[in-house]
């Protein structure tokens, strides 16, 4: 068989970023399973394409866009404006079945207008675009700065209902767990990528598209005059990504209960990265749809394998996906360099079977660095925690100390500092006290330190210089990662006294507020016995 | 002034003006075709007959004048339009999707369709049955367009044009540009076929020779004015000339003469010698010798390696084997910077994608190479530059207001002059020059073969490709020729013209 | 003046590449003088200038830095989206060269020092700024090799850069906004001699690309690399070389942009310096009449082209546009500017001025 796809993927040379692709995802994905005994939860794999909804409708507008020869930087813009005005309307009362359908008219709107101007105006793609998201992110605003919360039932149904998968669920419920389960959104978006695909090969707009992209340009100028309807066609691409945007808005909203202006920043990117790892040249003229959904599987399953790792910090993901797009984009270039030699050659044919070998050779040297990098990622500087160890079996919390820390406080203590959690599943509580002296608590042992009450002043200052006393200082909190800690933090200085709690691994907590705790745990005293 | 009544005909173009910034491509221009008529038009590059077409075919709008079309009067406002009048047009550069599949070149926009959705079934065989029936043409038609040579996707964007339904016009320009004897004579087929049906058929070319094979009636633009339309078969060649130049073609004769003369000057030592030297796929290992003084012509069909071998030469390609010694110092490095250093210079084939940088001026062409050889700080003053252009434009007479001119705005002509202005600054010791007169007028032709064996008068050598035999013949002290990627043979200049050709393909 | 002579000269500054910015400029300038009371003011406090104006130019420094190295860039043809990332990346060196005693968990003297000396710090300023910009030309070169050598797509190439750059900056500093305190540092962004500080550092750099790329040859071969690579490479000009340069220069630029940029806010926010601000970049290039295709370019023109963009920003603010606002009012105000450099617009205005001269 592996005889077959060779030959096969020589013969079709086109189909080879595709398969990569698909390549790539099926080992990674393979290789989690291995390591992470987790992910051998198939809920694990549908949880992919539910946090990916958005980017797979879009992602399939995107193709389109991308093979005609554009782009479109506007479609996170689109996602956010949808969402906050989706969940103003609903909130103004409007009904959800008329919201949604407005939506869709709206993203189509926008899409039609840059595509106009694109068209007509002879804007530059780029250009437009890029107007196009500063339009969409500033008209979010004019509808409102916060977050608005979306509390309607029509959402919740789409939202929340789970569809089970036949087979799968009758085979967890004889074993005995939950059954995995996806969301309407999920269906949405596969029954757009099946429009997408027939309307790609079978339509006369899709082949349309497929002409005009490509060759700089050259190729538009050879429809044009093959009278093909160019000017119409181009517009409505971006009219059908506008759509594909607006759903992708509502989609993220069923996802978030929630809209607001700030979503999905730089997810353009994101989008534009999964059509070029999906095999789509961003040159035009070449790609699927199909591959697509590979590409976006790519990233998802990055996604996945990080926070399963746990170890990498999540600023790895853009890290990865920004190397795998550089990966993808070098294997067309070269085949985009192989081809056009060829074409100076002429006639001369590389006989099939040293072109199968080659393509093999490749083949397996590509998905051989793949699995280095991803072997090597997993082997970046850890902690003790043996590879594997699951998730799910976390650490479970114990509650924090309050009580205690209050009468720490009435003490004189002028910092409370308490860290729960980690790999080693601890609970420790710390008080400084104005004449110098530390004393930390571990629930089985203590510590004691002593500085200088004048180091104590600097610290209380430096923490107030940090702005612990405004308002850039706030409580946040997620479930944090099995390796994760939770801090709860009180400072009493000049007369105030404010407690901010926070969690590790997320970016939702003010900036300083990790400065203030790497400089407290600079002073405090460490544990005898227990070597973390 | 045709003679009959305008219904009778199936095209009828009265009164074409057309001007755009700058210069006036069409003065009051006529044109009629009749039915079942092979009419060649002709005229220098920029003379107009290309605006003439576009107008016809819907790319341009004139600023006055008249299309009838079948006795109807019609305003062809698109490429669409044009169509849905039957109007079917072959452009010289392949206006078609390379990366789309033949089956779907040839029928995109009018695919079959079942069930609302394409019949990709039907379609292939479509295209199959028209390839056969039309050009007796039998290839795989689900492969992409692009992974064909240039010869056959001509083929097929005639097959294209043709079946389109009630097509009346077929316009075809420069078709044969790009085809060998066997694939023109094959496309002369089709047309006469063709032209038995009552098709018109309107044949842009420059190839007087093939003018006269299949042509009924020529018509001669010259400097956006008709200069006149002739049945084919009253017109001897050495007239058409004359109304194609404007003048007569003394001028012609008179360079067999220098070329005489010049031969006494060849020197006896060797600027350049290739030995063996060939890269695998594009030319096989080859001699080559060169001396100062000589004019060597390199003749052969389309795609028999000429370019290829200039190229290597060049140094735009790494050779596999072989060595090259240009004034005695060995090529160590392969590149066109080398190749500068050493003294040898290429004019390439493709003057507008190879040649020019249009959006700079005259000036800043001139100079390009000869500052590139300077390198990035040894920066010509601008006086200097000017100087430099300046005394190339009196010495080529090259036709431009001033130095400052874009170079796009010039003709193709005066385009090339620029190009070899460029060459001549580096005061190199060879020159290649592939192709200088393609597309270029006959008057600038004369004047650039003038310049070839001048050069070679001053001591300079020169390879000169031509498609045209008989200007390679006119030009060159030795012939040497290709075929199918091999250098076969060598001639002195007293070879007679059968024998090249033989040569040529591929007969000993 | 006699008539035709006046048409002549007028000629001339409509065909000039400043023409169109500056108009833009002027328009919106004119629109400040006649809807905002004291816009135009100066005071001068302790021997420097200041006001709205000085405030427009300031805030546009970074665009202006940007929009220097972009020029060149969008000149060869290509584009560099990375430029934000790569202020990022350039500022958390900075930081953290300043101070890397915050990835460390020991509250040694030294953090206590940082956060009450204003004249502390890690590493001496002179290795600060060089070791950043050295980082910043790595950057440039990394894009300039994928563009050149291995041949992606510019976009592409430095779209790469642009997402991964962002991780890297955080990786650096370990997802750590590093506070600088040091004095000297925050001087960049925020001195001022008679003017602020950072317009002399655009000052510099224009005068240092200038001399690059008009004093040598090098302006040359990048416009024409930009306007047919096919040609250049042709005629022995090394096509690779060139945009190898452009691509590191520019890479150059964001490095002094970010230390400018993170010295204003004396932090280094991996998460969000730079963010979104290439697109101002490129859009202060097209504004100064240097074509995405590439080709010929003008560098003041692309100045004033970022002055523009911020002109359209403050003017905004000064009129009490609400913040929200201002971007979807920028992308109308940008897309007019845009359709005034269309061919349509250019066509009407060449009509106008044939007109004018057509008049005996």
């Known amino acids: 068989m592996m005889r077959k796809i060779g030959a096969f993927l020589s013969h079709n040379q086109k189909f080879v970023p595709l398969a990569s692709t698909a390549a790539l995802a099926f080992v990674a994905y393979g290789i989690g399973m291995v390591l992470y005994p987790g992910m051998r939860d198939p809920q694990v794999f549908l949880n992919i394409f539910r946090s990916n909804t958005s980017i797979l409708i879009s992602a399939v507008g995107m193709t389109f866009v991308i093979i005609s020869g554009g782009i479109d930087l506007s479609v996170a813009g689109v996602w956010a404006l949808t969402s906050v005005a989706a969940a103003a309307l609903l909130r103004a009362g409007w009904n959800p079945w008329v919201v949604i359908p407005l939506m869709l008219l709206m993203g189509m709107a926008l899409g039609a207008a840059m595509g106009s101007f694109i068209t007509y105006l002879k804007v530059q793609p780029f250009i437009a675009t890029l107007a196009g998201l500063w339009f969409a992110r500033g008209m979010c605003f004019f509808i409102s700065d916060d977050a608005i919360a979306i509390d309607n039932w029509a959402w919740r149904l789409l939202g929340q209902t789970r569809i089970l998968i036949p087979g799968l669920a009758e085979l967890a419920w004889w074993q005995g767990t939950n059954p995995p389960f996806i969301t309407i959104s999920v269906v949405v978006a596969f029954l757009v990528f099946i429009v997408a695909i027939y309307m790609a090969h079978y339509t006369r707009f899709g082949r349309t598209i497929y002409a005009i992209g490509g060759y700089n340009g050259a190729n538009e100028q050879s429809a044009r005059l093959m009278g093909l309807p160019v000017d119409r066609t181009k517009v409505l691409i971006y009219t059908f990504n506008g759509f594909c945007s607006a759903l992708a808005g509502i989609t993220l909203s069923l996802f978030v209960m929630s809209g607001h202006g700030f979503y999905a920043q730089g997810w353009e990117l994101e989008v534009i990265a999964a059509v070029v790892i999906g095999g789509t040249m961003l040159t035009g003229g070449e790609g699927y749809v199909f591959g697509t959904l590979f590409g976006v599987l790519v990233l998802g399953i990055t996604q996945v394998l990080i926070q399963f790792n746990g170890e990498l910090s999540s600023w790895w993901s853009r890290i990865v996906t920004g190397g795998l797009t550089f990966i993808f984009i070098g294997i067309q270039s070269i085949l985009l360099a192989r081809k056009a030699r060829r074409k100076q050659a002429k006639e001369t044919k590389i006989p099939g079977a040293v072109l199968r070998r080659r393509m093999l050779v490749g083949g397996s040297a590509f998905v051989a660095v793949i699995l280095v990098a991803i072997l090597t990622a997993n082997l970046v500087p850890g902690t003790d925690q043996p590879v594997g160890a699951e998730r799910s079996a976390g650490c479970e919390l114990q509650p924090y100390r309050q009580e205690q820390a209050a009468s720490l406080k009435e003490d004189g203590a002028v910092v409370v500092y308490e860290r729960n959690g980690g790999p080693g599943c601890i609970d420790e509580l710390y008080a400084v006290y104005p004449d110098g002296r530390i004393i930390g608590d571990n629930g089985t042992s203590k510590a004691e330190k002593q500085v200088t009450p004048e180091e104590v002043d600097t610290l209380l200052a430096g923490i107030s210089n940090y702005g612990w006393f405004t308002d850039e200082m706030y409580d946040t909190w997620h479930t944090p990662c099995g390796v994760c800690y939770g801090y709860y933090l009180t400072v009493v200085h000049d007369g105030q006294e404010k407690t901010v709690k926070g969690v590790d691994g997320g970016t939702d907590a003010p900036a300083d507020y990790w400065q203030v705790i790497s400089v407290v745990k600079g002073i405090i005293p460490a544990f005898p016995a227990t070597a973390q | 002034m045709s003679d009959k009544n305008t219904n009778d005909l199936l095209v009828s173009m009265r009164g074409m003006t057309k001007a755009f910034p700058g210069v006036q491509a069409l003065e009051n221009v006529d044109f009629d075709l009749r039915y079942g008529e092979i009419h060649a038009l002709m005229g220098g590059n920029g003379a107009g007959k290309s605006t003439l077409i576009k107008i016809l075919t819907g790319v341009e709008r004139p600023d006055s004048g008249q299309i009838t079309l079948a006795g109807q009067e019609v305003h062809v406002r698109s490429p669409q339009y044009a169509q849905s009048l039957g109007i079917s047009t072959v452009y010289q550069e392949i206006n078609l999707c390379p990366n789309l599949t033949v089956a779907e070149n040839i029928l995109i926009g009018r695919e079959p369709m079942k069930f609302g959705r394409i019949d990709w079934k039907t379609l292939n065989a479509q295209a199959k049955e028209i390839l056969l029936r039309v050009l007796e043409m039998d290839i795989e038609v689900t492969r992409t367009l692009g992974s064909y040579s240039v010869a056959i996707q001509q083929m097929v964007a005639i097959a294209r044009a043709l079946e389109i339904e009630s097509a009346k016009v077929l316009i075809l320009d420069e078709p044969t540009s790009s085809l060998s004897i066997h694939e023109t004579e094959q496309l002369f087929t089709v047309m006469r076929r063709l032209k038995g049906k009552g098709m018109g058929i309107i044949f842009i070319t420059h190839f007087i020779g093939q003018v006269y094979q299949i042509s009924d009636r020529i018509t001669v633009i010259r400097n956006g004015k008709l200069v006149g339309t002739y049945e084919t078969a009253s017109l001897p060649r050495m007239e058409l000339i004359t109304k194609m130049i404007g003048r007569s073609i003394a001028v012609l004769d008179e360079m067999s003469k220098t070329k005489v003369e010049t031969s006494k000057h060849i020197s006896k030592e060797k600027v350049l010698e290739a030995k063996e030297f060939g890269q695998t796929g594009e030319v096989e290992p080859f001699d080559l010798d060169l001396h100062a003084g000589e004019v060597l012509g390199l003749a052969g069909l389309m795609g028999s390696g000429r370019t290829e071998m200039v190229s290597l030469l060049f140094g735009l390609q790494t050779p596999d084997s072989g060595t090259l010694t240009i004034a005695g110092k060995k090529v160590e490095k392969f590149s066109p910077y080398n190749s500068i250093m050493h003294g040898l210079v290429l004019s390439p084939e493709d003057r507008k994608a190879a040649g020019i940088v249009d959006e700079l001026t005259v000036r800043e062409n001139i100079i390009l190479a000869l500052q590139a050889g300077l390198g990035w700080f040894k920066h010509l003053s601008t006086q200097k530059q000017y100087e430099i252009a300046e005394k190339y434009i009196q010495m080529l007479d090259i036709a431009t207001p001033s130095a400052d001119q874009p170079v796009k705005n010039l003709s193709g002509g005066n385009q090339q002059k620029v190009i070899l202005a460029r060459w001549l600054a580096t005061n190199p010791q060879i020159l290649i020059l592939d192709e200088p007169t393609r597309g270029i007028d006959v008057g600038t032709k004369a004047e650039i073969q003038k310049l070839v064996l001048s050069l070679a008068e001053e001591g300079k050598a020169c390879i000169f490709i031509s498609s045209e035999l008989e200007e390679v013949m006119r030009s060159s002290h030795r012939i040497a020729v290709l075929s199918d990627r091999r250098m076969v043979a060598e001639f002195g200049s007293e070879v007679d013209e059968q024998v090249i050709m033989q040569a040529m393909a591929g007969e000993s | ?360």
């Open chain 3, 1 to 360: 003046m006699t008539r035709s002579k006046f048409s002549g000269i007028w000629k001339k500054i409509i065909q000039s590449k400043l023409f169109f910015p500056l108009l833009a400029l002027g328009i919106i300038l004119l629109f400040d003088l006649i809807t905002v009371p004291g816009f135009f003011s100066f005071q001068v406090r302790n021997g420097n200038l200041y006001g709205s104006l000085i405030d427009i130019f300031r805030n546009a420094s970074t665009v202006m830095l940007l929009a220097i190295g972009m020029t060149l860039v969008i000149a060869t043809g290509g584009i560099d989206l990375s430029v934000g990332s790569i202020m990022a990346i350039a500022a958390s060196v900075a930081a953290l060269l300043m101070n890397p005693y915050v990835l460390g968990t020991d509250l040694s003297a030294n953090t206590l020092k940082l956060m009450t000396d204003p004249h502390f710090t890690y590493q001496p300023l002179w290795v600060v700024i060089l070791v950043t910009l050295i980082v910043a030309i790595i950057c440039g070169l990394w894009n300039g090799l994928l563009v050149a050598y291995i041949r992606i797509q510019p976009m592409v190439a430095t779209l790469i850069l642009m997402i991964a750059g962002r991780g890297i900056a955080q990786l650096i500093t370990n997802g750590v906004r590093i506070q600088i305190f040091y004095e000297p540092y925050a001087f960049i962004g925020q001195g001022w001699i008679i003017l602020p500080f950072s317009l002399y550092l655009v000052a510099f750099m224009y005068v240092i690309a200038w001399l690059l790329t008009r004093r040598t040859a090098i302006g040359l071969f990048i416009e024409s690399v930009g306007i047919n690579f096919r040609s250049s490479f042709f005629s022995g000009i090394h096509e690779k070389k060139v945009k190898l340069l452009a691509y590191a220069f520019c890479g150059f630029c964001a490095g002094l942009a970010g230390l400018v940029a993170s010295s204003n806010i004396k932090t280094s926010d991996a998460f969000n310096l730079g963010r979104d601000i290439e697109l101002d970049a490129i859009l202060a290039v097209v504004i100064g009449g240097t074509l995405m295709s590439g080709g010929r370019f003008s560098l003041l023109a692309s100045l004033i082209g970022a002055v523009v963009i911020q002109a359209i920003t403050t003017s905004m603010y000064a009129f009490g546009v609400p913040a929200f606002a201002l971007q979807a009012i920028k992308s109308v105000v940008v897309i007019a500017v845009i359709l005034l450099y269309s061919e349509q617009a250019q066509v009407l205005v060449r009509k106008f001025s044939a007109q004018k001269e057509a008049q005996p």
